[in-house]
Every structure is written in structure tokens, then in C-alpha cells.
């Protein structure tokens, strides 16, 4: 039997992933891999959406490929490649845009979130039209599972919606795909704020972890961590929110349970335990940095490298155009 296929997408808008991005996305997406046929997205054009500057994208871009390949994603296994790359995204944005309904469309939280604080008159219509991007983005591969994150439900949902509709009134085109919604505990939380989910855009910067920092400011992060009353080293989200988040981020990275860690630390400090939890992310990290910052020397091999999935992903991608075209009438 044929592997399933997985998809997902990652906005190129930031100088490094956090760690809240490994934890609770592109983790999961490495160990698809090994079962799935996956094919992962770096999604510039959605990252056009909001107000961009040339260089930084391009920078981002490339420095997004980097971590994905640092961090695991390996180009035989996966399908890695540039959305922009592949212009059958915008081909089949375009059907979808033409296939949601303008009331469905306006009922997008995260589009609500984002316009309301972006100002009605400066969001974008792009911005408006991202959930029709992204599922042509998700139905151009015939995608039966999306790992996202909570946030996305809707987005899926949106997707299979429109997907249906095509399906039933021009006839059998896209499969239909199922959310992925990443568990509980792959959410990683702001460590100056543990009440807060790690987050570029919220929190002072204190409280995030960027993978491509150096080993010496993340340790400093690690070690001015936000730690809750008492003494103890107990996984306890709602007495101890700052705790069982660094318990979280010890273990998703050590690989030790929890209740391994709460007895390894009985009776020791909470200061003890920062010092630990500092010293385990900086050493994971440690390699895939050095990798990650040798793929940027040589962008002329990494491009290759995009462009390579990006030409296996238009001719998967194109057989899909073509399918939703005919049925649609369109003369081919
Ligand atoms: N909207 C997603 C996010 O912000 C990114 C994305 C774009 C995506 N296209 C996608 C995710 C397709 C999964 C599948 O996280």
C-alpha cells in the first residue's frame, strides 16, 4: 500500500526558529517523514500578506530551508521545497478563492485577529484570502494529513469544506484531508511568561528561545527563567505553570519522562534545575546551529537543494491543476 501523504507549511517571517516552533511543529514533521510521504512548504507567499521587506524575506527564506534541513528534514525522504517555486499554488488559489463563499471567508479568526490589529484600512485583501491560499496549498497534493497546530483547525476545516463542495458538484478532484492538530505536549511556553505560548509576537524576547542564538544567550535565558513558588521540581500546570514547562522542554529534548526528571531533581534546587534544563537544549542545539549557519555559507547549493523539491513538487502539483481545470470546463 502507498505511504499517506503528509503536508505542511512554515511562513519564512522570523531571523530563527524558536523553540516552540521545534517542539510543536517541525519535530513532528521529521518523524512523519520516516512514515509518511511528506511534503513540507516553506510559504513565502503567505508570508507576503502583512507588510515585507525584500531582503529579510529572502534572508528568512533561506535561513528557514537551513533549520529544516539542520533540524532533520532530509531532502531523499521529504519533498522540500519554496511555495512562490511552485506557481500551481496560485493557480489553484485562485479556484479556491472562487469556490468559498465571501461570508465563510469573513468568519476566519485568525483573519479577524489579524485585520482587527492591523487596522481594517492597512490589512490586506492577501490577508484575507490566505485560508483560500493555503488550501490550495494543502489540496494541490492530494494531502491526506496536515500537522498544524490548534490554531490552524479552522483553516482545515475551511479546507475540506470547499474540497467537498468541489468534489460533489464538478466531480471527484482532491482528497480529502484530515488536521493533524499537534498534542498538548508539544505546546512550549514563554519562560519569563508561562502562561503565554512561545511566541514571536508577544512576550519581550526574554522569554523566547531562538535556536540560532548562541549557546551563551540561551543558556543566560535558560538559567533567568521565571520559576513559581515552593521548591519543588513537580510537573504541575496549574500551581507550577514554569516548572512543568521547563520539565516539558527537558524531556521533549532528553528524552526522559517526566516523572523520571521530578526524581532525578528531588530535593535539589530549582536554580539546579535550570542549570540542567539550560545545558540540555544548548547541547541539542549546539550541532544543528553549526549545521544550519555552514548551509547558509554556500547558498548556491542550498537553492539547488530548494529547487530540486520544488520541481518534483510542480509535477506532482500539476497533475491536479490539470484534473481540477477539466472538470471545471476549462480547455486544456
Ligand atoms: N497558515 C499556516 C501557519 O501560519 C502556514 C501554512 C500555509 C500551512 N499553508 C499551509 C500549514 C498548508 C499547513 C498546510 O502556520
Do not use: Y
Given at each position: 500500500?502507498?505511504?499517506?501523504?503528509?503536508?505542511?507549511g512554515i511562513q519564512p517571517t522570523s531571523d530563527s526558529f524558536h523553540l516552540g516552533n521545534y517542539l510543536g511543529a517541525v519535530k513532528q514533521w521529521?518523524?512523519?517523514?520516516?512514515t509518511h510521504d511528506a511534503f513540507y512548504c516553506i510559504v513565502d507567499l503567505h508570508a507576503l500578506t502583512v507588510?515585507?521587506?525584500?531582503?529579510?524575506?529572502?534572508?528568512?527564506?533561506?535561513?528557514?530551508?537551513?533549520?529544516?534541513?539542520?533540524?532533520g528534514i532530509s531532502p531523499e525522504k521529504s519533498t522540500l521545497f519554496v511555495q512562490s517555486q511552485v506557481p500551481?499554488?496560485?493557480?489553484?488559489?485562485?479556484?479556491?478563492?472562487?469556490?468559498?463563499?465571501?461570508?465563510?471567508?469573513?468568519?476566519?479568526?485568525?483573519?479577524?485577529?489579524?485585520?482587527?490589529k492591523a487596522g481594517a484600512d492597512a490589512a490586506r485583501v492577501g490577508l484575507f484570502t490566505y485560508p483560500m491560499l493555503m488550501a490550495g496549498d494543502i489540496l494541490l497534493y492530494q494531502t491526506n494529513l496536515v500537522p498544524v497546530g490548534e490554531d490552524q483547525r479552522?483553516?482545515?476545516?475551511?479546507?475540506?469544506d470547499i474540497a467537498g463542495r468541489f468534489n460533489s458538484k464538478y466531480g471527484e478532484t482532491f482528497a480529502i484531508p484530515e488536521g493533524f492538530i499537534l498534542k498538548q505536549g508539544a505546546k512550549i511556553f514563554d519562560i519569563q511568561d508561562p502562561t503565554a505560548k512561545m511566541s514571536k509576537s508577544s512576550g519581550s524576547g526574554a522569554g523566547l528561545i531562538d535556536i540560532l542564538d548562541t549557546p551563551e544567550v540561551n543558556a543566560k535565558k535558560f538559567k533567568s527563567a521565571v520559576t513559581d513558588a515552593g521548591r519543588e521540581v513537580k510537573f504541575d500546570l496549574v500551581e507550577k505553570p514554569g516548572i512543568s514547562n521547563?520539565?516539558?522542554?527537558?524531556?521533549?529534548?532528553?528524552?526522559?519522562?517526566?516523572?523520571?526528571?521530578?526524581?532525578?531533581?528531588?530535593g535539589k534546587g530549582y536554580g539546579d534545575f535550570k542549570g540542567a534544563v539550560a545545558e540540555v537544549v544548548v547541547e541539542y542545539f549546539r550541532p544543528i546551529r553549526a549545521h544550519a549557519l555552514e548551509l547558509l555559507q554556500d547558498e548556491a547549493h542550498l537553492i539547488s537543494i530548494l529547487h530540486k523539491g520544488s520541481e518534483k513538487a510542480r509535477s506532482v502539483a500539476q497533475i491536479t491543476v490539470d484534473k481540477a481545470y477539466k472538470n471545471l470546463g476549462i480547455v486544456l
Open positions: 500500500m502507498s505511504k499517506k501523504r503528509v503536508l505542511s521529521v518523524d512523519l517523514q520516516e507588510e515585507t521587506d525584500p531582503k529579510l524575506l529572502r534572508k528568512r527564506t533561506l535561513t528557514s530551508a537551513a533549520q529544516l534541513l539542520a533540524l500551481q499554488h496560485n493557480q489553484l488559489g485562485w479556484i479556491m478563492e472562487c469556490m468559498a463563499g465571501f461570508g465563510e471567508a469573513s468568519r476566519m479568526t485568525q483573519f479577524k485577529d489579524k485585520s482587527s479552522q483553516h482545515i476545516e475551511l479546507t475540506r521547563l520539565l516539558t522542554i527537558h524531556a521533549a529534548l532528553s528524552g526522559k519522562s517526566i516523572a523520571d526528571l521530578e526524581n532525578e531533581f528531588a
